[in-house]
């Protein structure tokens, strides 16, 4: 399939690529049309990978000589950085954007049965900081991700970019009803443990041997924290400790420590 030359901003056969700038816009329109967008040859090439379908890619026309190969996986269209702006709303300096369309979620329940240690998110709505604890969870051991119903969209842009793409190798699911879904953690033969700064909470470092044979680590949104039911709904509540009277961490740098403080024994 041969890649072909777009000169017209509103040409239907790009209508997956406009207003990627418009948060609002895009968070809206792109889950229920079963759609995402991923940026940069190295992330849509490990969406490729992860098995998920294009259903087109755009590339910069300077470009084409490059990464002309992906015109054997889908339909491929090239434009100029004129035309990329004003379709998209910004320079498309990494040269190339691809729509894939989004996989079925897998329930919970099979998300923990085939899962040794998973991070559970509550009202995590930053997709920077989605992005950044999925790159944590993919390279400190976790093997899954449960969100809130709150949560922002792994798949939404932002998030794939900062994550590079590491949000297609980690599985996750919606735990619903929130925060009773926790209930089915605990069932499914887990420690639920609360990530937060307050005082009296257990040092993570401190955590026995059975408490970190399954664990579930629960995080909440920057600033706000958990909330007292999801608290309220787990086994135990753990604390980085920390010097200088620092009181807390950006959610994803907490969520890399703890993910590495409890995979620290494991065999690499």
Request: aromatic share 6%.
């Amino acid at each position: 399939m041969a890649v072909e030359l777009i000169t017209d901003p509103d040409d239907e056969r790009i209508a997956d690529y406009r207003a990627l700038t418009d948060v609002e816009l895009r968070t809206r329109w792109e889950p229920p049309h079963g759609l995402f967008i991923a940026e940069g040859e190295l992330v849509l090439r490990r969406a490729l990978r992860a098995g998920y379908r294009p259903r087109s890619f755009l590339v910069d026309a300077k470009r084409i000589d490059q990464l002309g190969d992906l015109a054997e996986s889908g339909p491929a269209y090239a434009a100029s950085q004129t035309v990329l702006e004003a379709v998209t709303g910004f320079h498309v300096h990494r040269g190339v954007l691809a729509s894939f369309h989004r996989k079925p979620l897998p329930a919970a329940s099979e998300v923990l049965a085939a899962a040794r240690r998973v991070a559970i998110l509550e009202d995590v709505n930053n997709h920077t900081n989605i992005g950044a604890v999925y790159r944590g969870a993919a390279a400190l051991g976790i093997d899954a991700v449960l969100l809130s119903p709150s949560c922002a969209d792994p798949l939404y842009r932002r998030s794939v970019r900062v994550s590079m793409g590491e949000v297609f190798a980690v599985p996750y699911a919606t735990l619903e009803p929130w925060p009773d879904g926790l209930a089915q953690v605990r069932a499914a033969g887990f420690t639920v443990l609360a990530l937060t700064p307050a005082p009296d909470a257990v040092a993570i470092q401190r955590l026995t041997a059975e408490q970190r044979a399954r664990t579930a680590l629960l995080l909440g949104a920057e600033g706000a924290g958990l909330t007292r039911a999801a608290q309220a709904a787990s086994d135990v509540r753990v604390v980085i400790p920390m010097r200088r009277e620092v009181d807390s961490l950006n959610v994803a740098a907490a969520a890399a420590v703890a993910f590495w403080e409890l995979g620290r024994e494991d065999p690499i």
